[in-house]
């Protein structure tokens, strides 16, 4: 009996010492971690569109080959192009039987910047309703994507009054077809409050869109 306790004392001693290098093997604290991000350019195209709902929102996405698409298939994509930094906090560990491999792992980055506008025009009359001209906000939504959360989809118009942070990702999509048979392009604003970019501004290559 007295053997059996003295195992399993040696053996705490041994875990609560490992766990305790482990805690301290880069010094007293962990960090700091480059935990946001901030958008300085954007990488932009054009996108043959594939949505399912069936497990939750999901996209798939594919670069265009052609000058032809249909409406529904159509998406402008705005990946923004970022740089990393830090708030140069460092996270302190405190005592506990789990490993503290999790507790001191960076997390995933994020941006604390907030998009202000995004208008969106054509280069021809786009329907009866809407101009060339004519901001399209409101024939547009948008599909966004952020690492930690996932898909999301709303109507531009919506999504611009939540003032929402930059995502991963951000996919611009027609709610209706175009009523013009000739190639169209759209010129795109997009406007944040910033550190380093307030706004950026990009056309797309002429496109047929069909029903």
Do not use: W
Request: proline residues 5%; glycine residues 4%.
């Amino acid at each position: 009996m007295i053997r059996k306790t003295l195992a399993l004392f040696t053996s705490l001693v041994i875990l609560l010492t490992v766990i305790t290098i482990s805690c301290n093997v880069t010094g007293d604290d962990c960090g700091p971690f480059n935990s946001k991000f901030k958008t300085v350019d954007f990488d932009t195209d054009l996108k043959i569109i594939s949505i399912s709902e069936n497990r939750g929102l999901n996209v798939q996405y594919r670069t265009l080959e052609s000058d032809t698409i249909e409406f529904d298939k159509f998406g402008i994509s705005m990946f923004p192009v970022t740089e990393f930094y830090s708030l140069n906090t460092k996270l302190h560990h405190s005592f506990s039987l789990i490993p503290s491999a999790f507790a001191c792992s960076p997390l995933i980055p994020v941006s604390e910047e907030v998009i202000t506008d995004i208008e969106i025009f054509s280069d021809r009359d786009f329907n009866s309703s809407y101009s060339s001209g004519d901001n399209l906000a409101d024939v547009f939504e948008v599909i966004v994507f952020t690492f930690n959360t996932g898909y999301h989809r709303y109507d531009l118009i919506n999504f611009l009054s939540y003032e929402p942070i930059v995502p991963d990702k951000i996919f611009l999509l027609l709610k209706v077809t175009p009523e013009t048979t000739e190639p169209i392009q759209f010129t795109v604003k997009y406007s944040q409050n910033g550190i380093d970019m307030n706004s950026f501004e990009f056309t797309t290559e002429p496109i047929f869109i069909t029903n």
